[in-house]
């Protein structure tokens, strides 16, 4: 008996669960036809028997996909409930022990600590770990949301299936023993990374087409990427055409549709209450690449989507961006500090160059607060590297709230400046002071608070316009009085609630106009409008603009409403 047996056979040091429920498929009455679903399972009382070719009484959805002996029984980690709740809260409802299918419901086996090849005892049958399962676009349609296939995939928290070594039937309540692990490198969780995340490893590729535990399926799908040099795609497995009509129930579209999937590389603590996110390719493919101002859209899986400055110039080997914890925020940053995992994956847009450097100005100086450094960081490398003059204001309430203070206190005395206000009024920062002494061809740019941005835009007042340059982070107030807005081309009148933006409202009725930050600063949701008055809120639109135009993502309209030109 060589060492790797011997280890296999130490039973007492392996994790073992007890079976909570045995599920079958049930019938549903779909006109006058009875037909048994294969993902909506019942609970089965008293012993179930089991024989190689599955569960007694269970059905499988489609033989030739989902069937056969390598496939005869499936189990889910009944521990992944909680946080796909949390991550999906919309569909909670859904997201209990059976709803992805699963015949055995326990609770102590997942992912990481099961291997394939696994000889597990339960009752009077015998099973083994035959190969993860890779999920499809039908737990879109169980869960209502249109990325739950995908996000289970990135996650590896798909299940896995059993093949039937000996016959008999099971209980719940009976113990499932692992017995036999001749393979414990080999967890499901590290199939999968090689499976979906580092497909151009050749030597664990080689290795996992020769594994004999593994379904000769999966170790199939592995000798063909040795020989062919490419990696099968699963666009169609993980969605459908039918996946469109649940997308409003997972996130609003962007408005180009593009979305790209990255994984989590690195994430550092940068301040008391921001963090910051490297991102990488899932892929072999790089990212576009990026220029210094730039902005991406992140989709997040609780049905959010955000946008984040890029705190790097990216050459598309990665991204980096930088996320303030807002307690009273209504969830995204929350859900990026408290249930992100290094790892995780995240879909988000390609760059947009919205806060644009303009290289041809003599100086430039950046006005900051708060987490309203993160473009300023890429800018700061920018601006080092072509060997322009720039300098820096950065203003927080102490070298503790200053996200990426400790690098920036590295740039020349003449670069930076710092102004901890630690609560005080009479020590902010002097804006009449800057602008006092300003040169007549530097350009300003500002990100920060709206009472920030918004003293900068006064402090400024006799500057050319086209020197000044606002990123808002946030959106600012969204609350008001409902209001009315009729449409010019079509007369179609739509109210806008007290907690709603025109941009949402337009939206939620088949108008779809592009937009990008969503926080009034790009510019990109413009709109012109007549016969009404509005109460601007944008960082984007001159004076003399905003007498017939509107940033439809913030601003709104006095009781009476507005005529939009659209």
Known sequence: MDARTSESKKAQALPECTVMEVRVGKVRRLGQTDIMTGIDKLVRAGPVRISTLGVEGDEQGEKVIHGGPDKAVLQYAVD????????FPGSAHLLKAGGFGENIVASGFDEENICVGDVVEVGSVRLQVAQPRQPCFKLNHRFQQASM???????HRTGWYYRVLQEGTVSAGDVMRIIERPYPQWSVSRVQH???????????TAELANLEVLAAAQRQLFAKRLSSQAVERWDDRLADAGTEAIQSLDCAPHSDGDWTAVRVK??????????????VPTTASPLPPSKPGSHIRVK?????????????????SNYKIAVNLAESGNGGSNWLHKMLRVGDTLLISRPVDAFSVVDSAKSHILIAGGIGITPFVAMIDHFRRSGARFKLY????????????????QLEADEVSFHFSRGSVAKRLDLSQIFTQLDASAHVYCCGPGSLMANVRAAAKDMSEQNIHFEAFTAGDRQGEPFEIRLASTNQVFTVGPQQTILEVLRQNGVQVESSCEAGSCGTCVL??????????DFCLSDRERKDRLAICVSRAAAGGITLEI
Not at 266 to 279: F, N, Y
Not at 300 to 316: F, K, M, Q, T
Not at 528 to 537: I, K, L, P, T, W
């Open 394 to 409: 950065y203003c927080a309430r102490s070298p503790a709230d200053a996200p990426f203070h400790d690098v920036l206190k």
């Open 194 to 204: 090689y499976l979906y995340d580092n497909t151009g490893d050749r030597v664990a």
């Open 300 to 316: 997040l899986p609780i049905g959010l989507e955000r946008c984040y400055s890029l705190c790097n110039v990216s050459d598309g």
């Open 528 to 537: 012109s409008y007549r016969d009404g008055e509005v109460r601007h809120a």
């Open 149 to 155: 296939s995908r996000r289970a995939q990135e996650s």
């Open 80 to 87: 992944h409930y909680p946080g796909w709740r949390k991550e």
């Open 266 to 279: 690195i994430v550092t603590l940068e301040s008391k209450r921001a963090i910051s996110l490297v991102l």
